[in-house]
């Protein structure tokens, strides 16, 4: 508003300036940029410089410093100077914080800075498709322009939008971005020979058609690499709240006779739906096997699935097996693996000690077994 107001009476004759009211607001709302400031260096104190947001913090302290020392040269009555004009136009970049409390708009910022690289190259591959054609048609203007019968509105023409490489490189470029028609740049050209006309039309196909179609397709795919933490938070937990809320409302829906729970009929005939089917298969999740999901899910045994187990076991079952799930599979394996050995050992002591305690049984029962064949041949002799 101070912006519009101050351009409307700028405007006036004579330029008039604006009314003390409008100073009255910007200095409160000044004051109160100030106290807020203020309050979050307190309540962070160190982690205001140096914390995740030290950078939109930075950018906090200049806009309000910006603004105090322009409310200050304005009170001082110095408003020639063109550091108010300076200090004016840097208050108006406060703007920049609105992009933090929101997250769409985030994104786009985060996308526009990913592919700031790209659209550097694409600008250097741009150039060099221009300065090739820009090129082309000077040489062709000069052979023209040396010839004797050059018509008059000709040479205007093409002095008009090839008197140097610069502007040449301008018309090539206003022809594929809108600037001017690109036929009015070719025509004088096509009056030279027809074969420019052709070229000049190929020029067109080969940047508009082929080289800004890729170049689009390459931004797409570099901005949406996006590196920004808070939204690849922010874009998970929307995922999981969809999720599970998608899995309730499929709960709900199967429990016929809204009891709470879910029998195994009614998970195996629930699951015959191919809506429900291609739902659980998009994400990735096999229920052709509707018994076995049951015995998965009922996690207490209790013979019927409740609310959070059904919404908690779809969830940890959907998708393909993570590395931490592998990990924990193999943890197993190893932990499995260590109570054969331990039940091995243990296995192989008993044997041991049962054979220590029958050595003397079987020593006694040999030793009985001999005795009566030893009196018996005493008694023959």
């Not at 200050?72 to 920049?96: G, P």
Request: charged share 20%; net charge negative; proline share 2%.
């Amino acid at each position: 508003f101070e912006v519009d107001a101050d351009t409307k009476y700028a405007f006036m004759t004579p330029p008039e300036g604006l009314p003390e009211i409008y100073r009255n607001c910007t200095r409160v709302f000044c004051g109160f940029f100030v106290i807020e400031l203020l309050v979050r260096m307190v309540a962070y104190r160190g982690d205001f410089w140096c914390g995740d947001d030290m950078v939109w913090n930075l950018v906090d302290t200049v806009l309000v410093l910006s603004q105090v020392g322009a409310e200050f040269v304005n009170a001082s009555d110095v408003s020639s100077l063109r550091i108010v004009r300076v200090l004016r136009r840097v208050r108006t970049l406060r703007v920049i914080r609105v992009i933090v409390f929101f997250r769409d708009l985030r994104i786009m910022v985060s996308c526009v800075f990913n592919s700031i690289v790209s659209l550097l190259w694409a600008a250097v591959l741009i150039f060099l498709v221009m300065y090739v054609f820009s090129v082309i048609f000077m040489q062709g203007a000069i052979a023209y322009l040396r010839e004797p019968g050059a018509a008059a509105e000709t040479r205007e023409r093409l002095a008009e939008h090839v008197p140097s490489v610069a502007r040449a490189l301008l018309s090539m470029l206003m022809s594929i971005t809108g600037g001017v028609d690109w036929y009015d740049i070719a025509e004088p050209f096509m009056e030279i020979h027809w074969a420019y006309g052709l070229i000049f039309s190929a020029y067109i196909i080969f940047v508009v058609l082929g080289v800004l179609n890729v170049l689009s397709a390459i931004f797409v795919e570099h901005a949406l690499q996006i590196r920004d933490a808070d939204l690849v938070i922010q874009k998970e937990t929307k995922r999981v709240d969809d999720l599970m809320r998608d899995l309730l409302s499929l709960f709900e829906e199967a429990d016929t006779d809204h009891s709470g729970t879910l029998t195994r009929d009614e998970l195996i005939n629930y699951l015959r739906n191919d809506r429900v089917s291609a739902y659980m298969a998009g994400h990735g999740l096999d229920v052709q096997d509707a018994g076995t999901l049951f015995e998965l899910l009922d996690m207490d045994h209790s013979g019927s699935i409740k609310t959070n187990e059904f919404v908690l076991g779809i969830f940890r079952l959907s998708g393909q097996a993570r590395c931490l799930d592998v990990m924990r599979m193999f943890s197993c394996f190893d932990a499995l693996q260590d109570h054969v050995v331990r039940i091995r050992e243990a296995l192989d002591r008993l044997q041991g000690t049962a054979a220590l305690a029958a050595a003397p049984a079987a020593a006694a029962a040999v030793s009985t077994s001999s005795s009566p064949s030893l009196r018996g041949g005493r008694s023959t002799s």
